[in-house]
């Protein structure tokens, strides 16, 4: 079935470092793909997301492309900031179900 | 706008006991309505989903129930918790016509001892 593989964290930085937190999905067809957010104590937030080959996602500073060609929809950020600090997740929305698969997340920690 | 609330924020029970937890969802009605988990060093497991008024599907069998009363109230219960119950509970809603974009609420915290 639909999966979606991240790259395990904890990420660490100093803060405005480059960042790239990988993703890689395999899935029948091209799904929509997204990242959600979580931060301390909090439930989810959607992050950006692109619906279909090419589609470059954007929020916040924050940017994805989705790649048909290598199946996968990184996260990059040019400068991160302390407050970016979080959970990432990466999801795709199965084509059959229209049910999100999620990512097991990966744990950014920015420093000052 | 729309808004979404859980309760209890925190939650810690003893083996066997019963759980209720309680989401609502606000400015909107007939919204699809997940429960998901989230364990510790996991990612998030969905548990239920539903499309309408007594309309639950099940993802994972265990010893959880879901619950959806009214348009906007999504419930998760247990009769006896199990240690492996303990996680952050996350209830979402989102509307028809734009699949995987999901609210989520705040969470809700279980530690069962």
């Known amino acids: 079935g639909d999966s979606v593989t991240q790259m395990e964290g904890p990420v660490t930085l100093s803060e405005e470092a480059f960042l790239t937190i990988n993703c890689t999905y395999t899935?029948?067809?091209?799904?929509?793909l997204f990242w959600y957010v979580q931060y301390p104590g909090e439930g989810l937030q959607l992050l950006l997301k692109?619906?279909?080959?090419?589609d470059k996602g954007s929020n916040k500073g924050f940017e994805a492309t989705y790649r048909k060609e290598t199946t996968s929809f990184h996260l990059e950020k040019g400068s991160v900031q302390v407050s970016d600090s979080a959970v990432y997740f990466c999801?795709?929305?199965?084509?059959?179900?229209?049910?999100?698969?999620f990512g097991t997340g990966t744990r950014l920690q920015v420093f000052p | 706008s729309q808004t979404i609330h859980q309760w209890p924020a925190t939650l810690v029970q003893p083996v066997g006991s019963p759980l209720s937890l309680e989401c609502t969802v606000e400015?909107?009605?007939?919204?699809?309505l997940y429960w998901y988990r989230q364990a510790a060093g996991r990612g998030l497991q969905l548990l239920f989903y539903?499309?309408?008024?007594?309309?639950i599907s099940s993802e994972v069998p265990q010893n959880l129930s879901a619950s959806r009363p009214q348009d906007r109230q999504f419930i998760l219960s247990s009769k006896k918790l199990l240690l492996s119950d303990s996680g952050f509970y996350l209830c979402?809603?989102?509307?028809?016509?734009?699949?995987?974009?999901?609210?989520f609420g705040e969470g809700s915290r279980l530690t069962v001892l």
């Open positions: 400015g909107t009605s007939n919204p699809n």
């Open positions: 899935a029948t067809g091209y799904p929509s």
């Open positions: 999801a795709l929305s199965d084509l059959n179900t229209d049910k999100l698969i």
């Open positions: 692109a619906t279909k080959a090419d």
């Open positions: 979402a809603w989102e509307t028809g016509g734009q699949a995987g974009e999901l609210f």
């Open positions: 539903s499309v309408g008024i007594g309309q």
